[in-house]
């Protein structure tokens, strides 16, 4: 068998350590860093995005402005004049511009004219109410306050911006309000004379489903067109302190904007708002924020999980060093005790002051039995360390197990009946031969039948039971001794394990047998179990697999 290399305790701890605590701090490190900057730099593309829809409906707000004081300007140009301003040219643009519900004229001399859509004034008496409120309220207004408007107009225009003053005009249209705009020019007509002022009312149809969606169509094309697409910026334009959109871009799918923006100059009353579509800005960055605790979170999980690991390797690392250190005072006892004896008898033995020779032949037995304790230990040792280091070569050989048990126990028999042991030895006659290494599978029964001797006080009694059981053949070694608590049955495997009893502490071991044993019968394939009672007694049982342990043992030589 190759020696297969190891990885000992320590490599593990510091395995341990790098994945399950210092990757995951480094990870929770980095990730902070990366959190605190992505925080940073949302933000920063927050406030972008802000100032970034502020410009889209400044420039916008340009775009319908131009759009609105183009079909204006076409009025205005075709307007007459004060002497020529009658109901007949003022009928003439409003056939011409059949977007306007109302054109009129005001002359601080010659006075007012209305006109109104001459075909609606024929089917519509609502419109006719309009027009009626329309020409009082014009009149009224103008004949008091033409000054300032045309004022106001002149002042614009200088400045170089549309001389348009328009003023919001709500109509009612059945149980709601529709908006029409109010759009007046000043219009001169020799110089020194009063300014005149005209005036034009487009309409709320028109307006509402065909001017504003054909203009915002094209500037939510124009200027969004290059937005992120998982998100398109959409559009409306709503009545000033109304949320409820008037009308809205395609996609448009409610919610509060992002930015507004009134419309002063050229439709007042209204105001053109912008959001993303399907989320807000808020939405994003809270996502944004629950993503990033989830990982933290995860995270901290992984490096609470890993500090927990490394506690208990570290306290696992801690208990080995102390079962290590026991381990090194009880083998030096153990070495120590036999050697003492045989050199006490030795000594007497050369001394040659024994009388009897049935004394000579006990001081005899003493040695070898002493001699025969110590290789084992050393065996023990030597072969734990070897497999340990990952040294131990096993010789499978095909080997009857019932003669292996019986030559082993035979030279032990006697010691046990001298112990004062019931020794049963059961035997059965099918079991088949198995590839074992003799030597460590000898050594593993007699460990067993070792601890079955020193771990039993006054019911002295060794059961040596092998059987083949379904697919795999069962040596047991029973006694009636001390027996092991349930919870430390697991652990006896362990190496410099021994049960931390005041019985087991007046006994001498070294804690390696029963590790021994289990890396031994591991090596076979096989398991070794245990099932004991405190104060009853135990059985041990090493079980190796018929088939496999010899498809195993064949393949490992
Ligand atoms: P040791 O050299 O201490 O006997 P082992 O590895 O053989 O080391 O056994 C480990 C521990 O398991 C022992 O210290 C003892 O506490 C317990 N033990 C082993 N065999 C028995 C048994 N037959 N009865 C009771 N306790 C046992």
Redesign the pocket.
């Known amino acids: 068998m190759k020696p297969k290399r190891r990885w000992n305790e320590r490599t593990r701890l510091i395995l341990t350590l790098e994945f399950a605590v210092v990757l995951p701090a480094a990870a929770l490190v980095i990730l902070n860093v990366w959190h605190l900057n992505q925080i940073r730099r949302d933000r920063a593309v927050e406030a972008a995005i802000q100032r970034d829809f502020t410009q889209v409906l400044h420039i916008s707000e340009k775009q319908i402005n131009h759009k609105v004081f183009a079909l204006a300007d076409d009025v205005r140009n075709e307007f007459p004049t004060s002497g020529e301003a009658c109901a007949y040219n003022l009928d003439r643009i409003l056939s011409s511009y059949p977007y306007l519900a109302h054109v009129f004229f005001y002359n601080p001399d010659k006075g007012f004219v209305a006109r109104s859509q001459p075909f609606r004034m024929k089917q519509d008496a609502a419109f006719r109410n309009e027009a009626a409120e329309l020409a009082k309220m014009g009149e009224g207004w103008l004949s008091v306050d033409h000054k300032d408007v045309a004022e106001k107009i002149i002042y614009l225009e200088k400045k170089g911006v549309p001389p348009y003053y328009s003023y919001p005009y709500w109509v009612p249209r059945g149980e709601t309000k529709a908006y029409q705009a109010l759009v007046m020019f000043v219009k001169k007509d020799k110089s020194g004379d009063e300014p005149s002022i005209g005036g034009m009312v487009f309409d709320a149809d028109y307006l509402q489903k065909r001017f504003f969606p054909d203009v915002l169509e094209s500037v939510v094309s124009r200027n969004l067109a290059e937005g992120p697409s998982d998100h398109q910026a959409v559009m409306m334009i709503h009545a000033k302190g109304e949320s409820y959109p008037l009308v809205a871009s395609e996609g448009w799918d409610g919610g509060p904007p992002e930015v507004e923006r009134n419309m002063e100059a050229a439709f007042p009353g209204l105001t053109l708002a912008i959001k993303l579509k399907g989320t807000t800005l808020e939405a994003l960055g809270q996502r944004f924020v629950r993503t990033s605790f989830m990982i933290l979170a995860a995270l901290s999980l992984l490096l609470a999980g890993g500090i927990v690991l490394t506690y208990r390797s570290v306290s696992k690392e801690m208990a080995l060093a102390r079962l290590k250190s026991d381990f090194v005072s009880?083998v030096s006892h153990e070495l120590r005790t036999p050697l003492s004896l045989i050199r006490l008898y030795a000594e007497t033995l050369e001394m040659g002051r024994l009388t009897s020779p049935e004394k000579y032949q006990e001081y005899y037995r003493i040695m070898r039995k002493e001699s025969e304790r110590l290789t084992a230990l050393i065996n023990n040792i030597l072969d734990f360390s070897r497999i340990e280091a990952g040294r131990k070569e096993y010789d499978f050989r095909e080997t009857d197990l019932r003669e292996l048990v019986r030559n082993t126990l035979d030279s032990y028999r006697y010691q046990i009946e001298q112990h004062g042991f019931d020794y049963e030895e059961k035997i059965a006659d099918d079991v088949p031969p198995l590839r074992v290494d003799r030597e460590a599978m000898a050594r593993s029964l007699l460990?067993?039948v070792?601890?079955?001797l020193?771990?039993?006080q006054d019911r002295k009694y060794i059961g040596v039971n092998l059987y083949r059981d379904n697919g795999s053949v069962k040596l047991e070694?029973v006694?009636h001794?001390?027996?092991?608590p349930q919870q430390?049955q697991c652990k006896?495997?362990d190496k410099f394990?021994?049960?931390g009893?005041p019985l087991?502490h007046n006994?001498?071991?070294?804690?390696?047998?029963?590790?021994?044993?289990r890396y031994i019968v591991q090596a076979h394939g096989g398991v070794v179990s245990v099932e004991?009672t405190p104060g009853q007694?135990?059985k041990?049982t090493i079980a190796l697999p018929v088939s496999s342990g010899l498809s195993r043992a064949a393949s490992a030589q």
Do not use: C, M, P, Q
Request: glycine share 16%; hydrophobic share 40%; no cysteine.
């Open positions: 009880n460990n067993l070792n601890n079955a020193k771990y039993s070694v006694d001794g001390i027996g092991i430390e006896v495997f394990y021994r049960v009893d087991v006994t001498k071991g070294s804690g390696l047998g029963l590790a021994l044993v004991s007694g135990s041990f």
